[in-house]
């Protein structure tokens, strides 16, 4: 026999009631969870990059004749699940344009993002991968060489007793304007 008892219905009503407020609940807060979490993840991925003001190095230890030296950046890195401290971000060039100013540049090639270096040689700088030259203060030297633009400066400041610090950022490669990363 089947019980057909108002009674017997009720839990399994209730549950479905249940079940459907929370669908409803749900649906009407999705739209500002999603937003947040979109902004939740733009910080994140500009948090990843380590972007930001970096100590680097000392002022005794760059050449005073103007000689770059190439210099880890050292700094803390977080993305949206973890944080990672002291680790290498990317490298600078730094040199001594006189006394107490210097001129620092990303290593990263803006033609497609290979690691430039320097040659005493030249006294300038090199890409490896297609041959674009720079010149000591940056610019492009060849014109036939393939880099829409010359090397990324950075800001650099001398703080307290000689701290080097570099506000380190990334650039979009393969363009002529310069965009950040
Ligand atoms: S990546 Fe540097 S010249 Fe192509």
């Known amino acids: 026999m089947h019980d057909v008892s108002p009674s ?7 549950f479905l009631q249940s079940t459907a407020a929370l669908a409803l609940a749900a649906g009407a807060v ?3 969870v999603g937003v947040g979490l979109a902004a939740f993840l ?3 991925r500009r948090q990843a990059t380590g972007a930001g003001w970096v100590r680097v ?4 230890a760059l050449p005073a004749d103007g000689v770059p030296r190439k210099f880890a950046v050292i700094a803390d890195r ?29 290593v990263i090639c803006p033609h497609a993002g290979c690691l430039v270096t320097y040659s005493a040689e030249r006294k300038g700088y090199l890409c490896p991968c297609h041959n674009s030259t720079f010149g000591l203060d940056g610019s492009i030297r060849d014109p036939a060489s ?3 633009r010359g090397l990324d400066p950075l800001e650099v ?10 506000r380190y950022r990334r650039f979009l490669t393969g363009r002529k304007e310069r965009i950040e990363a």
């Not at 190095?57 to 005794?60: E, G, I, P, R, Y």
């Not at 400041?157 to 570099?166: I, L």
């Open 42 to 44: 733009e910080t994140a």
């Open 30 to 32: 999705a739209p500002p």
């Open 78 to 106: 977080q993305n949206a699940w973890n944080r990672q401290r002291a680790v290498p971000i990317g490298a600078v060039y730094l040199r001594r344009t006189g006394g107490w100013e210097i001129e620092a540049f990303n």
């Open 57 to 60: 190095t000392t002022l005794t």
């Open 8 to 14: 017997s219905g009720q839990p399994r009503r209730r």
């Open 157 to 166: 400041e001398v703080r307290g007793e000689g701290e080097v610090w570099v």
């Open 146 to 148: 393939p880099a829409p």
